[in-house]
């Protein structure tokens, strides 16, 4: 969205701050301009303008969230990265950060530590980690779902409790939001120790389940289920759901 002038943008938020829609108390923009554009927000011809239309929707009662997408430290590094952060948070609204982990480009500890500690003194909190989805040029950017644990583990050691708001690793699958907890051995059994942060079926959440342990794996679709269960515990439900939605 933030491709648009502001002027197109108030057109999709304004009526939202009307009476009828007081129900909505988020409105929320995800956008990679913050490192690749931020000139959007300060020196752009209507760079003004945008920020008062943010400003006009903290001053309506609701919250601005903006999910920024940062996937490595450089790219707030720079004078104009801080001071499009800077103007941004005077209107009131709040900058989260989220970014999946690649290879080749942010697959080391070190750099997810030094990126948030950076975040949290510019006032962004870190919210995900996610892993690299099965898409585009996936088999050179993919990594082991247990290096991206590891790397998650060792980089939230490197950051203060005002960073460890990042949760990680996640992934945004079919059934929702998993999260790798970690890894575990019960009963013998080598096991991948996940849970759901958002689901298709709300009661899935929080509920801890078991995968085999795979080091290849790099996917949820690539894991079975531990303990020689034949499905996970959402399975025949997600089946139902799907299969509703198609009629």
């Not at 950051?159 to 460890?164: C, E, I």
């Not at 080598?190 to 899935?204: D, G, H, I, Y």
């Not at 929080?206 to 020689?228: C, I, V």
């Not at 034949?230 to 198609?246: A, D, N, Q, W």
Request: hydrophobic share 40%; charged share 25%.
């Amino acid at each position: 969205p933030m491709t648009m002038k502001a002027r197109q943008l108030a057109l999709y938020i304004e009526p939202l701050l009307e009476g009828e829609f007081d129900h909505i108390q988020t409105i929320r923009i995800g956008t990679k301009s913050l490192s690749y554009w931020p000139y959007r927000y300060v020196t752009d011809e209507d760079a003004d303008d945008l920020l008062r239309l943010f400003e006009k929707v903290v001053q309506q009662g609701k919250h601005l969230a903006i999910m920024a997408h940062y996937e490595h430290w450089r790219e707030l590094d720079t004078q104009i990265a801080q001071k499009a952060i800077q103007r941004i948070r005077t209107t009131g609204g709040e900058i989260r950060t989220q970014a999946p982990v690649v290879r080749h480009i942010n697959d080391r500890a070190h750099t997810w530590g030094k990126m948030w500690q950076m975040q949290v003194r510019l006032g962004c909190i870190p919210y995900y980690m996610f892993v690299e989805r099965q898409t585009g040029a996936k088999d050179y950017f993919e990594i082991p779902l247990v290096k991206v644990w590891e790397i998650y583990r060792q980089a939230i050691q490197q950051v203060s409790g005002l960073g460890r708001t990042a949760r990680g690793p996640v992934m945004s699958a079919l059934p929702g939001k998993v999260k790798i907890e970690g890894i575990s051995e019960i009963q013998g059994e080598k096991v991948f120790v996940l849970s759901f942060l958002q689901a298709r079926n709300p009661q899935w959440c929080n509920r801890p389940f078991f995968a085999s342990f795979d080091p290849e794996a790099t996917w949820l679709g690539d894991l079975k289920p531990a303990f020689g269960e034949s499905k996970f515990f959402y399975e025949s439900e997600l089946e139902e759901i799907l299969t509703r939605k198609m009629v």
